[in-house]
């Protein structure tokens, strides 16, 4: 007797067909998606279906999710990333009230600075590698526990190792979340869309600096500087329970598109009750007959140590490298201004700490419109590319980028900002030296913000582009290089200042920026092809392996 089987065409953007082995089937809840729509097919329509005309096969869109959920996943990712930034610079004010009170020199109490910032760089080469293997979620939910840890132990510290060892651990479990964030991003958004995703993960970049010493400040005044590690252990405790609750995991190893349901360490707690709903409704409908959909989870992921230190391996590579070192060295201008600021204005303007904060928002704003501006000119720069090479642009579709000029089309966008940062660094520099009003100074640090953000957002981006599979441990190398670029231009400005004045010191930067640009020459010429050739060598080592 002949068997007949049924099949189950799951209907998405393909049609799949999937033999089943019972026809009783048909009803099944599948756990495959919520946009899911499950049919049964006999062998007649099937018959009839092969004698039709073929259908043409459509690329699978890049990721399920809608346009105002991947802005919401974004905006969650950013102010995740938003604790690693304004954690080093909320802090800053406190320094003098910390050190009388833990009776040490400030040259000792500033040593927490340095070290916040040297852990910043290193520890998240450890996370990246994880994170784009076993999943996002995991990561975060690990760092925010561990930064609630040690943001309780500091508001309880009582002495100053106590305070130097747990400012350690606070920079290492919270510096990868800005890595992730990048991650992120790339995880959801094309090559065609990722520019405006890309600007509002670099808000966080300035917006911790300038609005974390207004609100240290205030709270240091009025409550103690204790007081400043109880708020932001608080504000963490509210991200990690809307992390629990509705972030999703993005990892394309772990869940692909989104479609696939991860495994349950990598589920919301939404995505586990509605799961379970599910399977109850199931199991009362059936019988208790068991469903193949029942246990649908990700594969497991083959993990290996190896992967905590890729973030080293991509270091060597010829042009993230140079994005890495040029990049780092226009966001050290970021510290070059920042550290100097309360110094400065205290000398020169007799501005106490508070006013001091206060000079931090222009540049806040600034990165706010830098949004807007540069990631709508990403990708419109992307999309006349690619109409010059006769190409079609999807923003929901992925397009193979081997043979298309991916760092021309970014770096073009970041050429203007980057000339408007080394013009407005050299004014805000000869401004202080001649003491001009405290306004035009706001407006020269509002464009040094619009300036600097879109030139790093770009550049951010472009390392996404270059390395899609590996963005987690791209975005953290990256850290590596920017913040210890930015910890020794921290401190190296005040004696350059004080050697030079600012005018002059603040000119040498532009003219450094200036004389490294050929970096960014040798990668629009030359980036293709060793894009091409690194593909080449992991084919290989694949196929080998």
């Not at 925010?144 to 060892?165: R, W």
């Not at 706010?368 to 990708?379: H, P, T």
């Not at 010059?388 to 043979?403: E, T």
Request: aromatic fraction near 10%; include cysteine; charged fraction near 20%.
């Amino acid at each position: 007797m002949e068997d007949k089987k049924d099949a189950v065409i799951i209907e998405k953007d393909i049609s799949v067909e999937v033999p089943l082995e019972t026809p009783d089937d048909s009803k099944r809840p599948s756990e495959i998606g919520a946009q899911t729509i499950v049919t049964v097919v006999g062998d007649a329509e099937k018959k009839e279906s092969s004698d039709s005309a073929p259908i043409e096969e459509i690329p699978p869109r890049f990721t399920i999710y809608k346009q105002w959920q991947k802005r919401l996943i974004v905006l969650s990712a950013a102010f995740s990333a938003l604790f690693a930034s304004w954690t080093a610079q909320i802090y800053l004010p406190a320094l003098n009230i910390a050190a009388d009170d833990l009776h040490v020199s400030i040259t000792r109490i500033n040593l927490t600075v340095t070290s916040y910032m040297i852990l910043q760089g290193v520890t998240p080469i450890f996370i990246g590698g994880f994170a784009d293997s076993a999943g996002r979620r995991p990561a975060y939910l690990a760092c925010f526990v561990l930064y609630i840890i040690a943001n309780v132990g500091l508001a309880k510290s009582d002495s100053y190792g106590s305070l130097l060892g747990l400012r350690c651990f606070q920079s290492a479990t919270i510096s990868a979340t800005q890595a992730l964030c990048q991650g992120v991003v790339a995880d959801i958004a094309t090559s065609a869309e990722r520019g405006q995703y890309t600007a509002f993960i670099a808000v966080p970049i300035t917006l911790g600096p300038s609005l974390g010493p207004v609100i240290g400040g205030a709270i240091a005044e009025y409550l103690g500087w204790r007081s400043i590690f109880w708020f932001l252990a608080a504000c963490a405790g509210v991200n990690l329970l809307l992390l629990l609750l509705f972030f999703p995991e993005t990892c394309r190893k772990v869940v692909g598109d989104g479609s696939i349901l991860p495994r349950r360490r990598n589920q919301t707690v939404l995505q586990l009750l509605r799961n379970r709903r599910q399977r109850k409704v199931a199991s009362d409908s059936e019988s208790n007959t068991p469903s193949p959909t029942e246990n649908i989870e990700s594969p497991k992921i083959n993990f290996a140590w190896s992967k905590f230190v890729t973030s080293l391996v991509l270091l060597c590579e010829k042009e993230l490298s140079l994005l890495f070192m040029y990049g780092g060295f226009v966001y050290a201008g970021v510290y070059a201004v920042a550290t100097a600021v309360p110094i400065l204005f205290s000398e020169i303007y007799g501005f106490d700490g508070f006013k001091v904060g206060l000079i931090y928002l222009p540049m806040a704003i600034g990165s706010i419109f830098s949004v807007a501006l540069v990631g709508k000119g990403m990708n419109w720069n992307y999309r006349r590319h690619a109409r010059k090479l006769g190409l079609q642009v999807d923003r929901d579709r992925q397009m193979d980028l081997s043979d298309f000029p991916i760092e021309r089309a970014r770096i073009e966008v970041a050429i203007p900002p980057l000339i408007l940062s080394m013009v407005i660094i050299t004014a805000w520099g000869w401004a202080l030296e001649n003491e001009v009003s405290v306004a035009i100074i706001c407006v020269l640090v509002f464009l040094l913000g619009l300036g600097l953000v879109s030139t790093t957002s770009v550049f951010s981006a472009l390392i996404a582009d270059v390395r899609p599979g590996k963005t987690g441990a791209a975005s953290a190398a990256n850290n590596i290089i920017k913040f210890l670029l930015g910890a020794a231009m921290a401190a190296a400005i005040d004696p350059l200042i004080q050697a030079v004045g600012p005018g002059k010191a603040y000119s040498i930067i532009a003219v450094l920026y200036v004389a490294f640009s050929p970096c960014l020459y040798l990668v629009v010429k030359r980036g293709m092809q060793w894009r091409k050739e690194l593909k080449e060598k992991e084919s290989v080592s694949e196929g080998t392996g």
